[in-house]
């Protein structure tokens, strides 16, 4: 049997220690310091003799760590936070001493499967048959650029004298698509959106039959929808670009990586109508399905055709090609994984998906109530109605270096980390709510400084 020495016995006791601690306690906020600032702390960390356990512990404890800002802090607000919940934080640590083989039925059956059923939760969320399957991949970018390659694939078998290949979606895409784009060596058609931000199906069809009237060599493999955009929460028309898809023979994409995770949610789920017509789609846990980094369930309405543009083919590998076994490699841009699906597994599992619509409510309605005290304020001036959890307004009479200088100073200050993002052109401030945790008084705290 293996035992741990003394000093590894110790270290056990001293990490178990932190992390628990860091899970109990709302740690501050902490923020960045530069690479000279963290020199003249720790010096070179990589030493022929090793630092040893506890010392190196220390390092990152008492320095590192708090270099970097705690992206589950109530009053972060900024990009998309993370809010793990307790149950798929502590189950990480179990995860991580586990060495779980993600990649194959062969050597993970037990997490393959787990993992599948709660894919199998959101694939009903959004209406998907029973023969839907899919993987979780790191995040939301590889989720995209695995999905579009399958679309591409299945292109061409069925259009072989294609030239140029393109993918259409809005002006209001996430960035991952223009570089799933460029890695593919694939046209981004941009679909003007609506003043509101939205691509609808009759813009895309006018888009579409208009590309490909002047370019007839050319053909549009895939459509890319996002079901609420990342800075404003903006969920494009599913049932008509669906529909237009689907009489035009496109693969249709719809990028959840952010919103989708409100299908859960009955009083906003009829926003994302349509989203049963698509041929794969995304949703990142780790944004706000409350589970830690990284995590993006891809999920394929036929996976069989994944399967074929993904699985890599080796000798050393024939012997996992039992068509019966689901193996999570073959279906995205990836061999080795962790299961990092199983943390957003154990905590669906232990807390049930009707805490997960209370959880998800909780922020919807702190972003409405955002919403409310934004509209009462006399400084500021609310850009868009929310309707997911992302809330972007305006301080009146700021210029760019003003919102930027308040942002240092609330991160300064530990208060919150509220970035300057912007929208057409003029910066804004917006919170992006996925946290249960984060509460009125926080969102009047950070308010009081506007
Ligand atoms: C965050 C996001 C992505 C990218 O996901 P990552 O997990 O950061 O790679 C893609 N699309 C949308 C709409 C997003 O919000």
Redesign the pocket.
Known sequence: MHEFNKEVEALAQEILAYSLERLRDNPPLDGPQTPQELFAKVGNTITEDGLGGHQALKVFTDTLALACISTDHPRYLSF?PSAPSEHSNLFDLVVGSSAVYGGSWLEGAGAVFAENQALRWISDLAGFPQSSGGVFVQ???IG?LSALVAARMRAREKYPDVVRWVIASSSEA?S?IKSAAEIMDVLVLDVPATDAGVMTGANFEVCADAYLAENPTHRIFAVVA?A???NLGIIDDLDGVGLAAQQRDIWFHV?G??GLAALCAPSVRALFNGVERADSFIV?PH?WLFAPFDA?ALIYRDPTIAKRAHTQHASYLDTLEDPDEWNPSDYAIHLTRRARGLPFWFSLAANGTREYSNSMQQTLDIAQHSAALIRQHPNLELIHEPKLSIVAFKRLGWNAAEYEAWSDKLLADQIGFVVPSSHHGEPILRFAIVNPWTTESDISEILATL
């Open positions: 998309i995040g939301g970018t995209n996430h991952s996002t609420g955009t990342t990028d990586a952010y990142d944004k993006c």
